[in-house]
């Protein structure tokens, strides 16, 4: 049977709200199976007002409903013209492209239900409307991926696992595939490769505490630790480490799924004036939260590194670039684990995600289902996605 071939573009803006994501990949689909080529990667990053206007519609109390309406339609304006430009940068146009599809920008997830007249309701919000992206680029586009695995008792997240599975899982050794963001996921897979043995959850914070403190330690010159220099300079207050470590969230059992709501700038806030009380200076206060994101990682790592055979976790996600983060995350592993980059497999580490809601997109845009119930929680598997034609 002879194969299909397709450019198709995957758009990320993820929960550290930094910018937006684009990578257009060459898609080979034949006989069943899929090969993902990246063919170009672009990272625009947001204006520091648009980043504060996305910040304030994160928190609930301060979000307007007008402002969440216009930013809806004004984001899609920014993903169309990055979808454009990473376009014209590989040579191509638009109508070269089958479709584009857009993860969204999330201001709101609610996967612990809330009872509306006795109905249990879990949500999910994602905003950049792809009716503009689809009119604006003149291809058709694919959007709002979480909701219909929510409407299956799913989480809505993560959604990465049902590609981590389809491109990096090993019949003869176990992997853990780690993505760094705002907030942390990992999936594990096991030796074996065995689809419904996948696990995918949120493990906790990714970046957004540390480039919170950051900016708060640096007077908002900076808004991420380059490298992990800031952190590499100061020392883990191990005291106070170990009083983080007991929130919660990280003895709640899998699958489990957060983001800003809980780990945002009002629990980054909390935690910063909790280490002025305790006279903690603020280079060891970015060295003791970027060890609570390493160890939150690894801890998780470990609770599968025997049953499912692990003997490699790669990496991926802003988070990959910073080294002191990717240093630590090993030290808290065993030896007989190595920890990769996920640049070592061939993928720009900044760019997975994009290239895996290119995936997810044209899946949908096939009627094939694209979730994966093992990760989510969700009863059955689904086709995800919306399509503006």
């Known amino acids: 049977?002879?194969?299909?071939?397709?450019?198709?573009?995957?758009?990320?803006?993820?929960?550290?709200?930094?910018?937006?994501?684009?990578?257009?990949?060459?898609?080979?689909?034949?006989?069943?199976?899929?090969?993902?080529?990246?063919?170009?990667?672009?990272?625009?990053?947001?204006?520091?007002?648009?980043?504060?206007?996305?910040?304030?519609?994160?928190?609930?109390?301060?979000?307007?409903?007008?402002?969440?309406?216009?930013?809806?339609?004004?984001?899609?304006?920014?993903?169309?013209e990055v979808t454009l430009t990473?376009?014209?940068?590989?040579?191509?146009?638009?109508?070269?492209?089958?479709?584009?599809?857009?993860?969204?920008?999330?201001?709101?997830?609610?996967?612990?239900?809330?009872?509306?007249?006795?109905?249990?309701?879990?949500?999910?919000?994602?905003?950049?409307?792809?009716?503009?992206?689809?009119?604006?680029?003149?291809?058709?586009?694919?959007?709002?991926?979480?909701?219909?695995?929510?409407?299956?008792?799913?989480?809505?997240?993560?959604?990465?696992p049902y590609a981590d599975h389809m491109l990096y899982a090993k019949e003869n050794y176990g992997r853990v595939l780690v993505n760094i963001g705002g907030i942390s996921n990992i999936t594990v897979l096991s030796k074996g490769a065995i689809v419904a043995n996948v696990i995918a959850y949120d493990t906790g914070p990714g970046n957004m505490i540390i480039d919170a403190f950051v900016s708060w330690a640096t007077a908002g010159r900076e808004s991420f630790d380059r490298d992990g220099d800031i952190a590499r300079r100061g020392m883990v207050d191990e005291r106070w480490l170990n009083k983080l470590l007991d929130h919660p969230y990280f003895e709640q059992n899998y699958p489990k799924s957060t983001g800003r709501e809980m780990f945002g700038v009002g629990f980054a806030r909390k935690l910063w004036q909790e280490a002025e009380s305790l006279y903690i200076n603020q280079v060891d206060r970015i060295a003791t939260v970027t060890?609570?994101?390493?160890?939150?990682?690894?801890?998780?790592?470990?609770?599968?590194?025997?049953?499912a055979y692990v003997k490699e976790v790669l990496i991926s996600g802003g988070g990959r670039n910073n080294q002191t983060l990717f240093n630590s995350i090993q030290e808290y592993l065993p030896k007989d684990i190595s920890v990769v980059g996920i640049e070592e497999y061939g993928m720009v580490a900044d760019a997975k995600e994009a290239v895996i809601f290119a995936l997810l997109g044209y899946q949908c845009f096939k009627k094939r289902t694209n979730n994966l119930p093992s990760a989510t929680g969700a009863t059955k598997e689904v086709v995800m996605g919306k399509i503006a034609w």
């Open 1 to 80: 049977m002879e194969g299909q071939t397709s450019y198709v573009v995957g758009l990320m803006s993820g929960t550290s709200l930094d910018g937006v994501d684009a990578a257009l990949v060459k898609i080979s689909d034949a006989q069943d199976y899929l090969q993902i080529d990246l063919v170009n990667y672009l990272s625009v990053p947001y204006s520091r007002e648009l980043k504060e206007q996305l910040g304030e519609l994160c928190i609930p109390e301060l979000a307007r409903i007008e402002n969440i309406s216009a930013m809806n339609m004004y984001l899609a304006e920014v993903f169309s």
């Open 86 to 160: 990473v376009i014209q940068q590989a040579g191509l146009t638009p109508s070269d492209i089958l479709l584009v599809s857009s993860h969204g920008q999330t201001i709101f997830h609610q996967p612990d239900p809330i009872k509306i007249e006795g109905t249990d309701i879990i949500s999910t919000l994602q905003i950049g409307d792809i009716a503009v992206l689809a009119e604006r680029t003149g291809i058709t586009a694919v959007g709002d991926f979480r909701t219909r695995d929510m409407a299956v008792g799913g989480s809505g997240a993560p959604l990465v």
């Open 291 to 307: 060890a609570l994101t390493a160890k939150t990682i690894a801890k998780e790592i470990l609770t599968h590194g025997k049953t």
